[in-house]
């Protein structure tokens, strides 16, 4: 099983450890439209993928901090942007609003990811995702 790790050469503490069946794809303008971190060490991702590990409970993580709220004028409310569904768990999931930043609980380096509202696509059902860009950090094993 792959671990992910934090980038940052004084730290590379352990995130979590990577279960391929909850890696999905975004779209690359979800970094700049999040403002997100991007590794460029990263050997392992070529630079058009935009591979995300969702994590439904934030306590699966081993090791991640929790930024404050973002606030509504810094990214927003996504509207109608349909760029940014995906499947995940025999659902298709859109992203409504980016919550919170994910970073590294050790350093204090990032964001290496995003808490968001998502709905699902069929039943409308909403709830709160952790994406963590596999692209923002270092990937072992």
């Not at 050997?43 to 934030?58: G, M």
């Not at 808490?115 to 699902?120: F, N, S």
Request: proline share 4%; aromatic share 8%.
């Amino acid at each position: 099983m792959s671990k992910a790790t934090c980038s940052f050469d004084s730290c590379h503490s352990e995130v979590i450890a990577i279960k391929d069946d909850n890696i999905i794809n975004l779209p690359e303008q979800v970094y700049s439209e999040f403002k997100l971190l991007e590794n460029r060490t990263t050997r392992d991702i070529p630079p058009n993928e935009s591979k995300f590990l969702v994590v439904s409970d934030v306590w699966d993580f081993d090791n991640v901090g929790v930024s404050r709220e973002i606030p509504s004028s810094l990214l927003g409310d996504l509207g109608d942007k349909n760029e940014f569904v995906f499947e995940y768990g025999n659902s298709n999931w859109k992203i409504k609003k980016c919550l919170k930043y994910l970073i590294c609980a050790d350093c204090d380096k990032g964001p290496i990811g995003i808490i968001c509202q998502v709905q699902d696509q069929e039943n409308d059902e909403e709830r709160v995702l952790h994406l963590l860009s596999l692209r923002s950090l270092q990937i072992m094993g």
